[in-house]
């Protein structure tokens, strides 16, 4: 089992940054790879970033590319995600996700965390 804890949520202007840390406990976090998705009202949960084992390959969202910037630090069993230049459509619930395999197809991440709120205010 892997526990996912996301925070650093809240309401910020457009144009401006938030750093997401989404910290695991359980089994050897360094094992698994990591994703980010998020999910708006009346719509799906989404791919935004993944990052594989050992930080080599990462793979984003054509709609954050340039402005998120995912990485983790092994040490620490914690993903971030850095979001800059954030716009109202990036407005959602962001949830960070653990799985052996390395992908952006949702149904196949394993472990989720609760989601943490992001507003972005025009």
């Known amino acids: 089992q892997v526990q996912l804890v996301e925070s650093g949520g809240g309401l910020v202007q457009a144009g401006g940054s938030l750093r997401l840390p989404c910290a695991a406990s359980?089994?050897?976090?360094?094992?698994?790879?990591m994703g980010w998705f998020r999910q708006a009202p009346g719509k799906e949960r989404e791919f935004v970033a993944a990052v594989s084992w050992s930080s080599g390959n990462t793979y984003y969202a054509d709609s954050v590319k340039g402005r998120f910037t995912i990485s983790r630090d092994n040490a620490k069993n914690t993903v971030y995600l850095q979001m800059n230049s954030l716009k109202p459509e990036d407005t959602a619930v962001y949830y960070c996700a653990a799985d052996s395999i390395y992908t952006s197809t949702r149904d196949e991440y394993e472990y989720w965390g609760q989601g943490t709120q992001v507003t972005v205010s025009s």
């Open positions: 359980g089994r050897t976090f360094s094992a698994y790879a």
